[in-house]
């Protein structure tokens, strides 16, 4: 095989038969979210369609991303696709740069009971274990023994605000595919996650009035006022800490604001009209970003009224930059007490960060969290996981399959 981190050169047809190789040969791409991911999807693409099957493929506006959905049909009738179990991934991984790695971050590299390499937890793991599962589940559709249809869902740009799956979603609604259920293989060391936070991120931009700082009065100070607001923001993440409805099964209890970023200013001796700064907001399931917004919004129109009071053109601007929704446990009874049969766990897990389970989740897809390696793992420098925990998934996957077989 050929890959060059340009993602231009071409592939070979010689497809790895076990999920170690295919992981070795997933890393090789540099899919860091900044770069195309078309030279993965175009092998994954040619390797589904040796296999037989039709592979549908949606692009971003620059189309040099792209999604990839492919459906093991049930039983020998190519035409039954709707309903099913969706086993879903995103391609992309998060940069390198400015990270000590001791090996190269796009070679796999096995060191003892580890492989090493980035995205071999986040999330390449679990993709090369559902390519290795495709041939058998492929055999069984082609024998008339698959009861209902397996898909695979590949997505871009997950780390940069899950851009690529609603594209995914948009695409099965408009053919009239409703899939049964869903996995997102992200690291969980296979446990059972039942539900996720969401996420909003915010960029506050407050517009002030320079002056010497000599004559204060003149000025209108862009800084003291982004302070009030970041005081005000800290002051509400407090006191919804202390909600009676918070969550207990998750990691951290309650909603969360955090204030991530800010600039501002020029010298010491110019009142700075120009000060930025960013939060996010991590809801629990039943929350919504309203619950924070609306007080945000309120005190951004009290501040820009004290600033406009003294110049006319100054104010505070709230954009929201992100927005990706949590992942709720409301329908996904059955495909819990499945996962609990079939991996003999019946813990279940509520996690603070978010993926793209939320959006599978508000599309009427009941949905969990489930795959190889450890999100402790996950965008640090010599990313790894454990073999064993690829084993794990591949059994689980193998018995995923197998439930797909039974009636109904």
Not at 223 to 229: D, G, M, N, V
Not at 232 to 237: M, P
Not at 240 to 254: G, H, K, Q, T, W
Not at 343 to 363: I, L, P
């Amino acid at each position: 095989m050929t890959v060059a981190t340009d993602n231009k050169s071409v592939v070979d047809g010689n497809y790895p038969k076990n999920s170690i190789d295919w992981l070795t040969r997933l890393i090789a791409f540099d899919t860091v979210s900044r770069h195309s991911n078309l030279a993965l999807i175009k092998d994954v693409q040619s390797y589904c369609e040796q296999l037989g099957l039709t592979v549908d493929l949606t692009f971003n506006d620059a189309k040099n991303k792209a999604n990839l959905f492919v459906t093991v049909p049930a039983g020998k009738n190519a035409d039954k696709v709707n309903n099913g179990l969706v086993l879903s991934g995103h391609t992309d991984v998060v940069p390198v740069d400015g990270q000590n790695w001791t090996s190269e971050p796009f070679n796999a590299t096995i060191r003892g009971t580890k492989l090493y390499g980035r995205g071999a937890c986040d999330m390449k793991g679990f993709i090369a274990c559902a390519l290795t599962l495709l041939p058998e589940a492929v055999e069984l559709s082609n024998s008339g023994q698959l009861r209902r249809p397996l898909h695979l869902a590949l997505s871009f740009d997950e780390e940069v605000g899950c851009l690529g799956a609603p594209l995914i979603l948009a695409d099965l609604k408009a053919r009239g595919i409703t899939p049964d259920y869903c996995i997102v293989g992200e690291p969980t060391n296979m446990a059972m996650v039942v539900a996720h936070k969401g996420i909003a991120v915010y960029r506050c931009r407050v517009h002030g009035k320079s002056a010497h700082s000599s004559l204060t009065a003149s000025g209108v100070n862009a800084i003291s006022y982004a302070s009030r607001l970041i005081g005000y923001v800290d002051t509400l993440a407090e006191e919804i800490s202390y909600r009676d409805d918070n969550d207990a099964l998750f990691d951290v209890p309650y909603s969360t604001l955090s204030v991530g970023t800010i600039q501002g200013g020029t010298a010491t001796n110019i009142v700075p009209n120009l000060c930025e700064f960013t939060f996010d907001y991590r809801n629990l399931p039943h929350m919504t970003q309203q619950d924070i917004l609306a007080p945000i919004q309120a005190k951004v129109a009290e501040l820009s009224a004290q600033m406009q009071s003294r110049a006319p053109e100054t104010g505070i601007e709230l954009m929201q930059e992100e927005s990706v929704p949590a992942m709720t446990d409301n329908d996904s009874a059955e495909l819990q007490a499945l996962i609990a049969a079939l991996t003999g766990d019946t813990q279940r897990h509520k996690v603070a960060y978010a993926t793209e389970g939320g959006q599978f989740t508000n599309a009427g897809i009941p949905t969990i969290i489930c795959g190889p390696g450890s999100i402790e793992q996950a965008h640090k420098a010599d990313e790894y996981v454990e073999l064993s925990e690829i084993d794990r998934c591949d059994s689980f996957l193998q018995r995923l399959l197998e439930s797909c077989t039974a009636d109904k």
